[in-house]
């Protein structure tokens, strides 16, 4: 039962943040990459196991994509259908300081409560 | 959850699809499109283990199909309440009568009947060029690719096509080929395009489309004309009686009442009823055609790939 608790309240977390993820990794690199590559990479930043299951950023690429936030070409591959590569667009750029920003209030403020050691301090880096 | 997990990338499709049973097939199209584009990358990323091997872990990565499948009807959710802007249309009466031309499906499906002429000519010509071109290189080696590649052209064609339709009408259409399957050879894959339903039905659509597109382009044609006609002719007699311009010879009407001044509001009202006529008529065509073309275009529900 815990074990499911647990993984409900990360699913809920994960809604948009893997938005905002995906956005921050286009952002940052230099080529245009497709599915598989981005699930590798959130999963190598986290020691092997990405925290979010990589199936679920697939359906979040082609949602920030129908946004106009991504663009995307398709190239054909040997090992199986061709691959959609993305690219993040200027509106994606602009959404993603955005979110950034939210995000960035947001952990602040949770962290104000739960952040460990200013429970009765309030928050101080 | 228990189910046995599945052991093969065939497999976990076969899991997944089940799992988006009677979702929209479009939808149910895309997922699998992506999962086996992870799956196909993450056996090959692995050439020492074997394809079970890989899947064995593949819940943990990638997810089990359960879950996929719930985050695909998530996010579907999500963006079609994002994308459809509220409307504001009285639901009844004479608002919602002439509401229709607040709706921009109205105006895209009028549209989408003006072009379908153009891209049904492009379609016939190039289905029965292709099949007749087809039968006449049978008998020769180039018959066999010549045809498979008129076939490959098709679905590119009915992706293509379903994109329309999807920006015309709103109807969700696939965004990905269809899953093609396990790479089994050559003359299998060749059989089971042939055994598929979808090829032929394709075929039928894209030629059915001419006569269609006639039909709404008449029907799109006729109804403006008569309708602007019907608005603008009797101020344009107006402004000619008025001498505000002249009209060489003035405007000939019959019967000649049609010409006096107290018939002019009469026409400008049936005018402005008969384009809401048209706009109602061509929403409803976009409807309808969304779900024709759906019934031919995307493979449905149940799987040719269903081992």
Redesign the interface.
């Known amino acids: 039962m815990d074990d499911s608790n647990g993984r409900k309240f990360q699913k809920d977390l994960n809604?948009g943040l893997v938005g905002l993820v995906l956005l921050a990794i286009l952002n940052q690199s230099a080529e245009d990459l497709?599915?598989?590559e981005i699930?590798?990479r959130l999963?190598s930043a986290n020691d092997g196991?990405?925290i979010f299951?990589?199936?679920?950023i697939?359906?979040?690429l082609?949602?920030l994509s129908?946004?106009n936030l991504l663009t995307s070409r398709i190239v054909p591959?040997?090992?199986?259908?061709?691959?959609?590569y993305y690219r993040i667009t200027d509106q994606g750029r602009s959404v993603l300081a955005e979110w950034t920003a939210i995000w960035a209030g947001t952990r602040d403020f949770v962290d104000r409560f739960v952040g460990q050691g200013h429970l009765d301090k309030g928050y101080s880096p | 959850m228990n189910r046995s997990a599945p052991r093969s990338i065939d497999q976990y499709l076969k899991a997944l699809r089940e799992e988006l049973a009677g979702e929209d097939a479009a939808l149910i199209q895309?997922?699998l499109?992506?999962?086996?584009?992870?799956?196909?990358?993450?056996?090959?990323?692995h050439p020492d283990k074997s394809e079970s091997d890989v899947l064995e872990l593949i819940a943990?990565?990638?997810?089990a199909p359960d879950?996929?499948a719930s985050?695909?009807r998530?996010?579907?959710a999500?963006?079609k309440a994002?994308?459809t802007t509220p409307r504001k249309i009285p639901e009844s009466g004479a608002g919602a009568f002439f509401g229709v031309f607040l709706d921009a499906r109205a105006y895209t499906s009028l549209f989408f009947m003006l072009l379908s002429l153009a891209t049904g000519v492009i379609y016939f010509t190039l289905t029965v060029t292709g099949l007749s071109l087809s039968a006449g290189f049978a008998v020769l080696i180039i018959g066999l690719p010549f045809f498979l590649i008129f076939i490959a052209l098709t679905r590119v064609v009915s992706l293509a096509e379903g994109r329309l339709i999807e920006a015309m009408t709103g109807e969700r259409m696939p965004?990905?080929?269809v899953?093609?399957g396990l790479a089994a050879g050559f003359w299998p894959r060749v059989i089971e395009m042939l055994k598929d339903p979808r090829t032929w039905t394709t075929l039928a659509y894209l030629i059915l489309m001419l006569p269609l597109g006639v039909v709404y382009f008449v029907i799109a044609v006729v109804g403006l004309s008569v309708s602007l006609a019907l608005i603008f002719t009797p101020l344009a007699d107006l402004a000619d009686r008025y001498g505000w311009f002249d009209i060489a010879g003035g405007l000939n009407t019959s019967p000649a009442w049609l010409g006096s001044v107290w018939a002019a509001p009469l026409l400008v009202l049936a005018g402005v009823l008969l384009l809401t006529l048209l706009m109602h008529l061509a929403r409803g065509v976009g409807r309808l055609h969304a779900l024709y073309a759906k019934a031919l275009l995307v493979a449905p529900t149940a799987p040719r790939a269903a081992l």
């Open positions: 809604g497709y599915g598989y699930a590798k999963a196991t990405s299951k990589e199936g679920t697939y359906p979040v082609r949602a129908a946004a591959s040997y090992s199986g259908p061709p691959r959609r | 895309d997922a499109y992506d999962a086996e584009e992870y799956l196909r990358a993450e056996v090959a990323a943990s990565t990638y997810g879950e996929v985050a695909y998530d996010t579907e999500k963006v994002a994308m965004r990905r080929p899953h093609q």
